[in-house]
């Protein structure tokens, strides 16, 4: 093992060297910090201050490097030394940017980046460099399952950029939801009239690609592994079993319409002239092979009236139905109308809708068909009555505020019932209490071999979980994406663009995986969580509270970690009370050394310390973006950048006042239903555990609001100064800590 040779780099650039005695900055490494090696540079980022850190790592021997600078979210492909450990001193965003650049506030702006350089290099020399994850798997190949629009764009558009794709279709045909369908809506100019569906040509593009493998009638018997490394067994219509070494799975298994059967006030499941958008798909085909006339199913004569009810079984807030719109029901029922009118424009088409939404090109589409003669009525319909000369239609019109409204002998009602994604989860199949089981059992769409269950987490209305906002095609299922209307509901051409980029993230994946890199959100982070066996109590917590399934355990009760499936948030290190987990670049010590490492003024000084730790997903990019715009807050404040709330081990609190700190705020991400943790529950972990800090507090005899924990998103670039602020002017208010001088 090489020896250990910290050095020290501090930048004089973007107004540094001007507001900081950065002379006075080297001594305080050297001396505080304890490192041999020291150097202040005009412009570290530049080409000759890069390689001025080269040169020492070649020629001096340096193995640890603290950078005093700008962000550690800022100039990553400047500051990339993977051979060594690093640590960055935030000095530019996180002291001279939020400080006023006054004769009164040169002291404290000082005191700032010195507690922030002594900090670094406590941090550099309890870290080491990551060596990457020895557990890699090797398979390029990628496993698609579902073969409608969504699976077959994913297929070939891996197989574009040369990776091998299995294909599997549980039916004995591909073209999915999608193959259904006689025309679609357009996506290319003019938007005036239904097109093809372009189903046949996709499939005929994956059947002709020798780089695809196609298992048609074929389930997922059992998935295991990794990225990488999945073993996926595929179970066959004949009985026999297949074996694939598998990189990265898209889950594209599309979705089923809302059961109509559900909604007799509209008439479904009470007249065979009652129909879903699907069924009137399934007319239209039957009229394109015939005489091109859409007939009604019970008689089989022409259709002369035809009535479109939009929202049946969505929007419906008190949970009996759909909660959510399925978005592309408008459109369909515009395209599904012309069929009508561009056969005959006397038949009598008219749409009853409750909000019409047609985005984007959709307008044109919208504005084609009111040319044609269909007639969009604004209203809610209140029910359907089958009859024998047609059906009533009774609905409130919202224009002239007719509750009692009525369209009489209509020859056929369409209602649009919405998507039901086929997640391997029924969430009106859970019955009530009291109600006992289910009819009809889920079934499993991977069948994967995790403690957590054999699918991907669904969202409460059962499309597959994802962070919505950032990481939309991610599961917590590292390596596993999803995309399409399994992950929300969509057209084909949104499906399609959705099935690119669920393709590209998946191959990301597999070659990060032989990489040993993590895949997302600290994508390319070398690290990988390490345990000491030996200090193990075997309580499970790790693995009971990680998010993504990664750590199972042995014949012993020992954590066994998946490396391959693990996203490197620490929130297994949170949990753990024996401290014995860590990463070599990010551990209880690098942030406890940090903790330890600030100046802590005495009582009488009155200069509070206040411990901030902030994710560096969310609290910790506001707060350097508050810096850029200039926004101030208080010289009081030390912030830690850490992987996520869910790492927060308690004993940094504890530490933090038993040192003298005055106060601690932890920020982190909304957590809930509606989370925006970036680890799905590392945020919401960590404030339950600590929800139990006040019973520290209360032992060291000390003031509940001397910690506060915070939700901050990343936009919160206002309010987040605002709030330290206010925190720092109510612990001045309590007065200084009585651990200060202990």
Same mark, same amino acid.
């Given at each position: ?6 050095a020290a ?9 001007e ?8 001594k305080?490494a050297q001396?505080?910090g304890?490192?041999p090696?020291a150097k ?5 980022c ?7 850190i ?17 962000s ?9 030394f993977?051979e060594n450990a690093?640590?960055?001193a935030n000095?530019r ?7 006023p ?11 700032m ?7 670094g290099c406590?941090e550099?020399?309890a870290?080491a460099?990551?060596?990457?994850n020895? /557990?890699?798997?090797?398979? %390029? +190949?990628?496993?698609?399952? !579902?073969g409608?629009v969504?699976?077959?764009? &994913?297929?070939?558009? @891996?197989?574009?950029t ?7 279709e ?9 193959g259904q ?7 290319h ?7 093809d569906?372009g189903v046949?040509d996709?499939a005929?593009?994956?059947m002709?690609?020798s780089?695809?493998?196609?298992y048609? /009638?074929?389930t997922?018997? %059992? +998935?295991?592994?990794?990225? !990488?490394?999945?073993?996926v067994?595929?179970? &066959?219509?004949?009985? @026999?079993?297949?074996?694939e ?6 889950q594209?298994?599309?979705f ?8 007799p006030?509209?008439?479904?499941g ?8 699907l069924?009137l ?6 009229a394109?092979?015939?005489d091109g006339?859409?007939?009604r199913p019970?008689?089989?004569?022409p259709? %002369?009236s035809?009535v479109?009810?939009q929202c049946?079984?969505?929007?419906d807030?008190?949970?009996?139905h ?26 009598d088409?008219?749409?009853?809708y409750?909000d019409?939404r047609t985005?984007g090109?959709g ?9 044609k003669?269909?007639?969009f009525?604004?209203?809610k319909?209140?029910?359907?009555q089958?009859g ?9 019109d ?11 002998d209509?020859?056929?009602v369409?209602?649009a019932?919405?998507q039901v994604?086929n997640?391997g989860?029924?969430i ?5 209490e009291?109600e006992?089981?289910?009819e009809v059992?889920?079934i ?8 957590q269950g ?13 962070h919505?906002i950032?990481?939309p ?20 051409a949104q499906?399609?663009e959705?099935a690119?980029g669920?393709?590209?993230?998946a191959?990301?994946?597999?070659e990060?995986?032989?990489?040993g890199?993590a895949?997302?959100p600290r994508?390319?982070d070398?690290?990988f969580p390490k345990?000491?066996l030996?200090g ?10 990680c998010?993504?399934?990664?750590i199972d355990e042995?014949?012993?009760r020992?954590p066994?970690?998946n490396e391959?499936?693990?996203?490197r948030?620490g929130?297994c ?5 024996v ?6 670049n990010?551990?209880v ?10 100046d802590?003024?005495?009582e009488?000084?009155e ?8 994710c560096?997903?969310?609290a910790y990019p506001?707060?350097?973006?508050a810096a ?14 850490i992987?996520?709330l869910?790492s ?7 530490d933090?006042?038993?040192a003298?700190y005055?106060g601690?705020?932890m920020?982190?991400?909304?957590s ?8 799905v ?6 404030r339950?555990?600590m929800?139990?800090i006040?019973d520290?507090?209360k032992?060291l ?9 915070l ?6 670039i ?10 720092v002017?109510e612990?001045?208010?309590?007065g200084?800590s009585?651990?200060k001088?202990?």
């Open positions: 093992m090489a020896e250990t040779k910290v780099y501090i930048c004089k650039g973007c107004g540094l060297g507001r900081l005695d950065t002379d006075a900055l080297v305080i001396k505080d304890k490192v090696m202040t540079h005009d412009f570290l530049s080409a000759d201050g890069v390689a001025m080269r040169n020492d790592v070649a020629n001096e021997g340096v193995t640890h490097i603290m950078i005093g600078a700008c550690r979210r800022a100039k990553t492909e400047a500051f990339h993977p690093v640590a960055r000095l965003e996180g002291v001279v940017w939020i400080r650049d006054t004769e009164e506030a040169r002291e404290t702006t000082q005191d980046a010195e507690d922030y350089i002594r900090m406590a550099v020399k870290m460099a990551p060596g990457g020895p /557990n890699t798997g090797s398979s %390029k +190949t990628l496993l698609v399952v !579902g409608g969504t699976g077959m764009t &994913t297929a070939i558009e @891996a197989s574009k040369g990776y091998p794709v299995v294909l599997v549980k039916t004995g045909a591909l073209g999915g939801m999608a369908l006689w025309k679609r809506m357009p996506v100019e003019p938007f005036k009239s239904p097109a569906t046949a996709l005929a593009q994956v002709g690609d780089n695809i493998k196609v048609l /009638n074929a997922i018997a %059992k +998935t295991d592994g990794a990225p !990488g490394r999945f073993v067994q595929i179970a &066959t219509e004949s009985g @026999a079993t297949h074996t070494d598998i990189g990265a799975i898209v594209a298994s599309g089923t319409t809302y059961d109509m059967n559900k909604l006030e509209l008439g479904g009470k007249s065979p002239n009652v129909v879903d958008q069924g798909e399934a007319l239209a085909k039957a394109a092979a015939g006339v859409i007939r019970s008689d089989n004569q259709v %002369k035809v479109f009810v049946a079984g969505q929007r807030p008190s949970g009996t759909l909660a959510y719109c399925s978005g592309f029901c408008c459109n369909a029922s515009i395209k599904q109308a012309m069929y009508f009118k561009d056969a005959n424009p006397s038949v088409t008219t749409i009853i409750t019409l985005p090109n307008e044109d589409f919208y504005r084609s068909a009111q040319e003669g269909v007639i009525t604004k209203g319909v209140s029910g359907v089958p024998s000369n047609g059906s009533t239609v009774s609905f409130h919202l224009i002239l505020d007719d509750a009692n409204a009525t369209i009489a209509v020859d056929l369409v209602l019932t919405g994604p997640s989860v029924d009106f199949a859970v019955p009530k009291g006992g089981e289910p059992k889920p499993s769409i991977l069948n994967l071999n995790y403690r054999t699918d991907v987490p669904q969202l409460k209305q059962g499309f597959t979980d994802s919505f950032c990481f095609y991610e599961t917590r299922r590292t390596g596993i994406y999803t995309a399409g209307p399994v992950r929300r509901p969509m057209d084909i499906a399609r959705d690119t669920a393709a590209l993230k191959i990301q994946a597999l990060n995986a032989e990489l890199r895949a997302h994508s390319g070398l690290s345990v000491r030996e193990c109590t075997q309580c499970k917590r790790c693995t009971v509270e998010p993504f399934g990664a042995d014949e012993k020992f066994v970690f391959s499936r693990c996203r948030c929130t290190m949170g949990a753990c009370p401290r014995v987990i860590s990463f070599e990010y551990s010590n690098t942030v406890g050394a940090q903790v330890k490492a600030v802590i003024p005495d009488f000084s200069k509070p310390r206040i411990l901030i730790l902030a560096e997903n969310d506001a707060l350097d973006m850029m715009n200039r926004n101030e807050y208080s010289a009081f404040v030390r912030v830690i950048p992987r996520c869910g927060v081990n308690t004993i940094w609190v504890t933090a006042l038993n003298g005055d601690v705020m920020m982190g991400c909304k809930g239903d509606e989370y925006q943790c970036h680890f529950k590392g945020s919401e972990l960590g339950v555990r929800s139990k006040d520290t507090l032992t005899n000390l003031e509940t609001e001397r910690v506060r924990d939700e901050v998103a990343i936009t919160d206002e309010r987040v100064p605002e709030m330290i602020n206010k925190y002017e612990l001045v208010a309590i200084p009585p651990f001088g202990f």
